[in-house]
């Protein structure tokens, strides 16, 4: 089976769409699926099997994202949509326009992954719109592309139910995507302390992901620094890059944290991010706006205890049983929860042993298979309607 995969974003740009586009195409070809990717070229296109790259220009209100010319996109995707049997958008710019195209010229079946909750996220770049507009806009657009294909997949079951309530009718499959669990293992602790020049009892809080408003990482910085106050020697690593890092940077420095808050920058994810997990005490998130909250079971894998926020998608992953605390959204809960995770060893090897079990259930080929397999049952025209 021929599938093509189409996406307005992929590595080097570091995302959630680019982490589960990774995933697939290290899966799906051991399971029958022959797998194409078209996706932006971050300058150099390079040349790589299973993947083309289109030259793409960066997005002038966000330079990390680049996007590509939407004649451009259909073309290629015309081209490359021969001989395939079905057509899998990720994104909704130039990808979306490009694999409707293709699938009405060559008859073939469309769906589309939902992976962005888009109304929270696009006030944050048009600033100068009213949020009422910018959030109507995103959930009447997502209503008309979601409506024009054949099925949509979504990441947890909190954004399946936003979609019915825009008024989605197509039918919604809910697919979490898998994560590489060896691959966040067996880091270097010592390594990475030792290269930090961070002392081998000193406490740790991570935070890894992207360094963005909708991650809500002035939240963490407001609590942080409400717990270390009482715990001075406590230091939070904020791990990723993104367009909130020099305004975060100012103000830790202004609250007079500026020496416990270190931001490392995005991290080679096979080389320096296992030892930077393995470095850590637990991990910390507080995003409200995740449409699954991959970084958790990432997390998990490396046996960290999490003290995170449930919101949206993470309330799929962050169970009783996960290794995981859970306070509500208030900076001082959030707080009181870091201190007891850092000041009870026992504690935190009840929760890493917990986090690392339930980290196993998030396996990629596990979640890719399902991924598969309905591939092949819209192939076959098999597939029932899930609707909610």
Known sequence: MRVLLLSDVYFPRITGVSTALQTYRNQLGALGVEAHLIAPAYGDPGEEPGLTRLPSF?????????????????????????????????????????GLAAARKHG???????????????????????????????????????????????PSTAMAQRLREYGVTRPLHILPT??????????????????????ADRPVALFLGRVAHEKNVLFLLEAFRIAQSQYPEMLL???????????????AATWGIGG????????????????CLAGADFFVFASLTETQGLVLPEAMAAGLPVVSLAEMGTLDILKPESGALVPRKDPQAFATAMLRVAG?????????????????????????????????????????????
């Not at 209100?61 to 259909?74: A, Y």
């Open 178 to 199: 898998g994560i590489p669990v060896e691959q966040f293992t067996g880091g270097n602790r010592g390594r990475f302390r030792e290269q930090q020049g961070i002392a």
């Open 58 to 98: 960066p997005v002038p209100f966000d330079r990390e994202d680049h996007l590509i010319r939407p004649s451009r996109f259909r073309e290629a995707a015309l081209r490359l949509a021969e001989g395939c049997d079905l057509i899998h958008i990720h994104t909704p710019f130039s990808a979306h326009g490009a």
């Open 344 to 388: 009870d060893p026992e504690l935190r090897q009840r929760m890493s042993r917990q986090s690392a079990a339930w980290a196993l259930g998030w396996s990629d080929r596990a979640r890719t298979q399902r991924l598969a397999e309905l591939y092949f049952k819209i192939k076959d025209k098999t597939i029932p309607d899930k609707r909610l």
């Open 108 to 154: 073939l079946p469309v769906i589309t992954t939902y992976h962005t909750l888009f109304e929270e996220y696009l006030h944050l770049y048009a600033r100068f719109l009213p949020r009422a507009f910018t959030r109507t806009l995103a959930r009447r657009l997502s209503r008309h592309q979601c409506n024009q294909v054949d099925g949509v997949v979504v």
């Open 260 to 275: 416990s808050v270190r931001f490392l920058g995005n991290m080679d994810r096979h080389t320096a991010l296992p030892d």
């Open 237 to 251: 690593i904020v791990a990723g890059e993104g367009p909130a890092q020099a305004q975060l940077k100012a103000l």
